[in-house]
């Protein structure tokens, strides 16, 4: 791990989204940003340590806390897990949209205050790394995304969970931001990485292998943009291979 940066986490809320920053090394010659989502049940300080190792390579580095998590929770995280995995489309796809439209609110806020470079960064884990490549193609200004154990289908097709199935309402949400769905919203040709456990059975690679073939004449000039790793015998974990790659790629990109 890099030598952690000294910066003190600091905290507000950016309309109604709870969020936090660690600003970079004042040696920093550019203003980027890298916005770094939670998992499932998490909150956005259980990302301290990824925002660390981003804020010590020059980054500004935020983490804001999903719809419905940490300081916007109405439930223990234990509550959400039962509700959520007791009726998958219904719950799980609200939270994946509204938070993804938050992004968009939190990239506006991060220009105005910090004039930060327009070519935008993404990750997250998990339920994280979905609402993070959803957001790169609802938001031209997200240039790079990379994401553990995650996928741009929202249906999860094979996961080791039923479906359930979606209400009127969560359907909206589906079927107009789903990434698998909507190639068409990547065409600004965002540099996409996921890291993916080969053997993961609740967040199946097979839906990023999907959208990397549905992209492949989006990206024919460019196709080292999209990248998909499976690392063998890893399940729904993250690695630090996965982290380390993740990471790279955002430096590279």
């Known amino acids: 791990m890099a030598e952690s940066v000294k910066s003190a986490m600091q905290k507000t809320w950016i309309d109604h989204i709870p969020a936090l920053w660690i600003e970079p090394d004042s040696g920093s010659p550019t203003r980027k940003l890298v916005i ?61 949209a509204h938070t993804a439209l938050d992004a968009l609110r939190v990239v506006d806020w991060a220009i105005d205050r910090w004039n930060v470079e327009r070519g935008i960064r993404v990750g997250g884990i998990s339920m994280g790394g979905d609402v993070a490549v959803a957001a790169a193609g609802i938001d031209p200004r997200i240039t790079c995304a990379a994401v553990i154990a995650a996928t741009p289908d929202w249906t999860r097709m094979g996961m080791d969970l039923p479906p359930g199935k979606a209400d009127s309402y969560s359907q909206f949400f589906y079927e107009n931001l789903d990434p698998l769905t909507h190639p068409e919203r990547y065409r600004h040709m965002p540099a996409i990485a996921f890291e993916c456990g080969a053997e993961d059975q609740h967040v199946p690679a097979d839906g990023a292998l999907r959208f990397q073939e549905a992209l492949r004449e989006t990206y024919h000039s460019c196709p080292d943009r999209l990248r998909v790793t499976l690392h063998p015998g890893a399940g729904h974990t993250t690695t630090e291979a996965m982290w380390r790659n993740c990471l790279q790629w955002i430096l590279a990109h």
């Open 36 to 96: 770094w989502i939670p998992p499932f049940t998490s909150r956005k300080e259980d990302m301290e340590r990824y925002l660390r190792e981003f804020a010590a390579r020059g980054f500004f580095a935020l983490s804001f806390d999903p719809w419905q998590h940490g300081q916007r929770a109405t439930e223990s995280p234990e509550a959400l897990q039962a509700r959520v995995f007791g009726d998958f489309r219904r719950f799980m796809w609200p939270i994946f």
